[in-house]
């Protein structure tokens, strides 16, 4: 754990990187999906939304890339994304094998790594002020 607090600013760093390839969302959301999930939604309604879920993750991207160079906000930070990232990995995996053989599947592979090691750097730098 200490390797992983000793180095939360380059974890948090890469993280909001590799987050922010999401942006295409924004940009192509039949595109994101397609390469994704395999699958489209169509309409002026489905292109809102996953721009809005674009935008939301490039968000959380900014946070993070923030949040290391702002120890001061690395808590919220970290507990925010850690929890969206959370919520993405869980309803990947619960599509089961829809997804094993998408993008989504790798980078719901990603992103519990991340939170992991999101979750390591703030139970040793919480649990001592508990």
Known sequence: MAWIVDNIQWIMLASGVLTLTMAQAVFAPSRTLTALFGETLEGPLARLIVRNWGFLIVASAGMLIYGAFHAEVRPLVLTF??????????????????????????????????VILFAAYLAATLAPAL
């Open 81 to 114: 994304c850690g929890a969206g990232k959370l919520c993405f990995v869980s309803l990947v995996f619960a599509g089961g094998a829809r997804y094993a053989k998408r993008q989504a599947f790798l980078a719901a592979i990603l992103d519990t790594v991340m």
